[in-house]
């Protein structure tokens, strides 16, 4: 199957700070990329949908002030988390589809704990 | 909006037996049905998914059923082995709007 991969695995930052997350399909062009945030034990809830070329479509209730995405190219998406804060940790998953495909295949995700 | 509900939230069975999880979808324009395993901090796994246009699909111990009418979709697992723990999650989405929605999740536990 497709390659996506994503970077860094595992962050740790002070409150405050912002962190960049970058998702990239490596044998693929991805004209729709989606960012999804896991809680412990929970179900991965979609923050926002980004198609190549044009701004992101957030999911209610998600800041778009706060999380940033940009996706500029079709093999690269990538996420910031502005000013984070302790509830902002969590686990963020990214994914990533071909145009005209059904099916989309998962980054590794990124664990982030802001201290 | 839409919704997709899957039930049980927990499953337990013995190695050997069968285990299925059932989802319910809200969307009536609904088209695809994947499902993930995911292991502890992994990303999800596609194992199996299912379109509109077909009512059951099998691979290996693994097979899926839909019942379009009814909005339903389940997944069987068939002689459970103790790598099969994980916790599963249905999704439904629409190709033509791409948006998928997955389901709260099972976690299930096989038994040696």
């Known amino acids: 199957g497709a390659v996506v991969s994503q970077h860094p695995s595992r962050v740790i930052c002070k409150s405050g700070t912002s962190v960049k997350i970058e998702c990239r399909s490596l044998?693929?062009?991805?004209?729709?990329m989606f960012w999804y945030r896991q809680f412990p034990k929970k179900s991965l809830m979609l923050m926002a949908t980004?198609?190549?070329?044009?701004?992101?479509?957030?999911e209610q209730g998600v800041e778009k002030d706060k999380f940033l995405i940009n996706h500029a190219s079709l093999t690269l998406s990538t996420l910031t988390v502005t000013s984070a804060h302790p509830e902002d940790s969590s686990f963020y998953i990214c994914?990533?589809?071909?145009?005209?495909?059904?099916?989309?295949?998962f980054g590794p995700g990124t664990r982030l704990t802001v201290l | 909006g839409e919704n997709v509900e899957q039930h049980p939230s927990t499953l337990s069975v013995q190695e050997g037996d069968s285990a299925v999880i059932k989802c319910t979808y809200s969307?009536?324009?609904?088209?695809?049905f994947p499902w993930y395993k995911q292991e502890l901090g992994k990303r999800p796994q596609l194992i199996i998914d299912?379109?509109?246009?077909?009512g059951e699909k099998k691979d290996q111990r693994i097979a899926v059923t839909l019942n379009k009418t009814a909005k339903h979709f389940s997944l069987h697992i068939t002689e459970t082995q103790p790598e099969d723990s994980a916790v599963y999650f249905c999704?439904?989405?629409?190709?033509?709007?791409?948006?998928?929605?997955f389901g709260a999740g099972t976690r299930l536990f096989v038994k040696a």
């Open positions: 994914s990533a589809r071909d145009s005209g495909l059904a099916e989309q295949f």
């Open positions: 044998d693929f062009q991805a004209t729709t």
């Open positions: 980004s198609n190549e070329g044009s701004k992101a479509t957030y």
């Open positions: 969307d009536s324009a609904s088209n695809y």
């Open positions: 299912i379109r509109s246009n077909v």
């Open positions: 999704a439904a989405s629409n190709t033509g709007g791409f948006k998928t929605i």
